[in-house]
T-cell receptor, first 112, second 112 residues
Framework: QKEVEQNSGPLSVPEGAIASLNCTYS??????FFWYRQYSGKSPELIMS????GDKEDGRFTAQLNKASQYVSLLIRDSQPSDSATYLC????????????FGQGTILTVHP | DAGVIQSPRHEVTEMGQEVTLRCKPI?????LFWYRQTMMRGLELLIY????????DSGMPEDRFSAKMPNASFSTLKIQPSEPRDSAVYFC??????????FGDGTRLSIL
C-alpha cells in the first residue's frame, strides 16, 4: 500500500516566523510531488509542485525534495495569519499516471 | 477560464434516496477525479477517468456508488440508496496529462 504520511498537527507558529511542514512517502518510484492548501470549508488549491531533488522557491514558499530519504517539505517564510489552513501533501507514483495519493494534511495556525 | 464546476453545492436528503452529483471539468483536461473528504478519513480518491474511460474505481466504497462520464465535459457520481455514513464533502478535480489537479468547490452532502 503506497502511503503518504504527514504530521496532523496542529502546528502553531507566531506571525513572521518560518513554518515547516513535512511529508514522507513510501515508494521510491515516485515522480511528482505537490502541496495543496485548504482553507476551512473550501476546496484544496495547488500552491507548489516539485519534480526533482533540491529546493524550489516561489515567493514566501519553498518546497524541498529528497528522494533518497523519501521526504518532501514545505517552508513558509514570514508566516501570516492568512496562511492558517490545512496543508495537504500529494504524491504521484510512477505507476499511476494522473492519480495522486494525498496525506491526511497538517493544520497550520499562525497567531498574531 | 472557468474552473471545475460542481453542482449542487449543498445537498440534504433522507436516507434511502438517490443522490446525483455533477461535475464539469476544465475544458481540454483529459483526466477527471472524484474524491470524498471526511474528518475521519481525509481526502479519498473514489474513481478517476482518462478520456472519459474509467481507469481506477478501487476507491468506490460499494455497489451503491456509481460514476459515469458520457462526454469530455460532464461527469456524474450517483449514490443509490444513500445512507447517513455517506455524508461528506465530495470533490471533483480535473487535470491535463501530468499537470497538477484543479479542484471544484465541492458538494457538501448530508444524509439524514
Amino acid at each position: 500500500q503506497k502511503e503518504v504520511e504527514q504530521n496532523s498537527g496542529p502546528l502553531s507558529v507566531p506571525e513572521g516566523a518560518i513554518a515547516s511542514l513535512n511529508c514522507t512517502y513510501s515508494d521510491r518510484v515516485s515522480q511528482s510531488f505537490f502541496w495543496y492548501r485548504q482553507y476551512s470549508g473550501k476546496s484544496p488549491e495547488l500552491i507548489m509542485s516539485i519534480y526533482s531533488n533540491g529546493d524550489k522557491e516561489d515567493g514566501r514558499f519553498t518546497a524541498q525534495l529528497n528522494k533518497a530519504s523519501q521526504y518532501v517539505s514545505l517552508l513558509i517564510r514570514d508566516s501570516q495569519p492568512s496562511d492558517s489552513a490545512t496543508y495537504l501533501c500529494a504524491v504521484r507514483y510512477g505507476t499511476s499516471y494522473g492519480k495522486l495519493t494525498f496525506g491526511q494534511g497538517t493544520i497550520l495556525t499562525v497567531h498574531p | 477560464d472557468a474552473g471545475v464546476i460542481q453542482s449542487p453545492r449543498h445537498e440534504v436528503t433522507e436516507m434511502g434516496q438517490e443522490v446525483t452529483l455533477r461535475c464539469k471539468p476544465i475544458s481540454g483536461h483529459d483526466y477527471l477525479f472524484w474524491y470524498r473528504q471526511t474528518m475521519m478519513r481525509g481526502l479519498e480518491l473514489l474513481i478517476y477517468f482518462n478520456n472519459n474511460v474509467p481507469i481506477d474505481d478501487s476507491g468506490m466504497p460499494e455497489d451503491r456508488f456509481s460514476a459515469k462520464m458520457p462526454n469530455a465535459s460532464f461527469s456524474t457520481l450517483k449514490i443509490q440508496p444513500s445512507e447517513p455514513r455517506d455524508s461528506a464533502v465530495y470533490f471533483c478535480a480535473s487535470s491535463l496529462g501530468s499537470q497538477p489537479q484543479h479542484f471544484g468547490d465541492g458538494t457538501r452532502l448530508s444524509i439524514l
